[in-house]
């Protein structure tokens, strides 16, 4: 990883680059993950694009033939394919900012040791986490765009504004991707991760309104799921896409979402620093 000599660096005050400095430490690492990413990108590419077909095909249209033929009222009116599209485009979202904030870091610091190397640079460990949520942020924008352009040839889109529903999966993914990061970073071992994706990710993937109205749980648990960060991204993507969208609710999933990614990107610049500075 090539070093960066800027004259804060030279002086010695490694801490003290400045915005523009920060941001080009932050891409050289990106460029490495990049770079990792061209090795291996076919095998990733066809799954992103063979989930949504596949969920899509068997959630929506074999599934929703049944729910719509008893009638869509509970859905909000619209046929099941549209209903649980959105929820599975902000789902997939949630699944790939998890992945990616899993098992490469535990790599990157366990196995590969790169996060160790990279640190004998001038990089910076918040410099070092910004560069691999920065590729955490393209992988997001890629598959979310993939899983758009699937649901709009499935006939899934019923308003332009599910573009921005886009941007609404990557902020998903980021508030699940941060906080994971800043907890995986201090592992030494896999074995928690299995009891994350067991005790929240598939938990959240199917009780937090991707498959069917929040209303439909009982009363007591309905709660629990309203504060999960994948319910404000489902709902705010699937009004986006259905064209139902207000402000009012818009902003308080968007800071909602905003204030998960936030607050973990800040405890994870502290637990990155914690780890690489020996």
Known sequence: M??????????????????????DLALREFWFWLANYRRTWRGSIYSSLLG?????????????ALVDKHGTARIGG?????????????????????????FPVLGSVKWRRTY?????????????LHGHLLFTIMRLTMNSAVFVAVMAAFGAVRSAWVVAAIAVAVLTGLAFATPIEAFAITRDSPNSFSMIFRFAIVPMFLFSGTFFP????????????YVTPLWHGVALARSLALGTADWQGTLVHLGYLAVMAIAGLLIAERTYRKRLYV
């Open 52 to 64: 949504p077909v596949l969920y899509l095909g068997a959630m929506g249209l074999g599934l929703g």
């Open 2 to 23: 090539a070093a960066v000599t800027t004259p804060a660096l030279r002086a010695g005050r490694p801490g003290r680059i400045g915005l523009r400095g920060a941001a």
């Open 116 to 128: 160790q190397v990279a640190a004998a640079t001038p990089l910076r460990p918040a410099d070092i």
């Open 214 to 225: 929040i209303s439909q749980l009982p009363a007591w648990i309905r709660p629990v799921a």
């Open 78 to 102: 619209v046929s099941y394919l549209m209903f649980i599209a959105p929820g599975l485009l902000v789902a997939q979202a949630m699944q790939t900012g998890a992945s990616e904030s899993t």
